[in-house]
């Protein structure tokens, strides 16, 4: 059963505790993506990454890191620096360049106790 | 600065009813305009989508009219149902980077 997973599908964070919210896909694709996604704000890409070893920010990356190890996970870490974490965060994957269709997990949401 | 501007934020419509979300843009390097549906607690589906070379594209009950001189593509709805109700989000792909932008969504309500 393809597809991309999503863990935890809740995660609570304490005041200046480092989070890290985890993705994984078995698609073989080699682009991946994380988006926030806030009521009435649509999706804002965090970071992503086209091949492993390698990822770019993207519009919103301040108070987050990533990493891309393995072609199939890309976690993200949500820092004590990012002073409003309270959202619902997608991955996303897609084969790769000039492959258009991007294909998104079940979602993280992330609540501050 | 959105990158992709949608709109209505709120749509109600009756069942039955042609529901129509509207989504404009300025970066003439996008190539690549989906369309997804979001339902409460899930991630965003793949609906429907479009290249620039297409004016039109259908697939069912979902229509998407694409507009190059203008930069404006919208998405249609015929016959819309209850289960229909759902968020929509425009997106566009630009040609390098690999990189989507997606717009701030249309919360859709279809009454019974």
């Known amino acids: 059963d393809g597809g991309i997973t999503q863990s935890p599908k809740y995660l609570f964070r304490k005041e200046g505790q480092n989070v890290t919210l985890s993705c994984e896909q078995n698609?073989?694709?080699?682009?991946m993506y994380w988006y926030r996604q806030d009521p009435g704000q649509g999706l804002r890409l965090i970071y992503y990454s086209q091949i492993v070893n390698d990822f770019q920010k993207g519009d919103i990356a301040e108070g987050y890191s990533v990493s891309r190890e393995k072609k199939e996970s890309f976690p993200l870490t949500v820092t004590s620096a990012q002073k409003n974490p309270t959202a619902f965060y997608l991955c996303?994957?897609?084969?790769?360049?000039?492959?258009?269709?991007?294909?998104f997990g079940p979602g993280t949401r992330l609540l501050v106790l | 600065q959105q990158q992709v501007k949608q709109s209505p934020q709120s749509l109600i419509v009756q069942k039955g009813g042609i529901s129509i979300i509207n989504c404009a843009y300025e970066n003439t390097a996008f190539d690549y305009f989906p369309w997804y549906q979001q339902f409460p607690g899930k991630g965003p589906a793949l609906l429907i989508a479009i290249r620039p070379d297409v004016s039109e594209k259908k697939e069912g009950r979902f229509t998407i009219s694409f507009n190059k001189s203008a930069k404006q593509f919208s998405l249609h709805i015929m016959d819309s149902q209850p289960g229909d109700s759902a968020t929509y989000f425009c997106?566009?792909?630009?040609?390098?980077?690999?990189?989507?932008?997606f717009g701030t969504g249309t919360s859709l309500t279809v009454i019974p």
């Open positions: 997106a566009a792909r630009r040609d390098t980077g690999n990189q989507f932008y």
């Open positions: 698609l073989n694709h080699d682009a």
């Open positions: 996303a994957s897609n084969p790769g360049p000039w492959r258009e269709t991007q294909y």
